[in-house]
């Protein structure tokens, strides 16, 4: 990955585009924006954060995917 920077998600070590945005993170992971709670740094990440938020190396990520089914 070009101008990889460390970050961790959900207590894993990863690489991300140094430069990406939250939302561009989840849209790599495959994850529906619609269906997920994110936590960086300790703190909850606002929806209409993600697309300004930009990723710095060491960010600490929590990433909730909501499932439905009955």
């Given amino acids: ?3 990889a ?3 961790v998600v959900n207590g894993e070590k990863r690489a991300a585009r140094a ?3 939250v939302a561009e993170l989840l849209r790599e992971m495959g994850l529906e924006p619609g ?3 994110i936590e960086r740094n300790l703190e909850i990440l606002a ?3 993600w697309p300004e ?3 710095s190396a060491g960010d600490r990520y929590e990433i909730v995917q909501f499932v439905g089914g009955g």
């Fill in 19 to 21: 430069g990406a945005t």
């Fill in 1 to 3: 990955m070009e101008d």
């Fill in 47 to 49: 929806r209409p954060q």
């Fill in 35 to 37: 269906r997920v709670a």
């Fill in 53 to 55: 938020t930009k990723i």
């Fill in 5 to 7: 920077i460390a970050i």
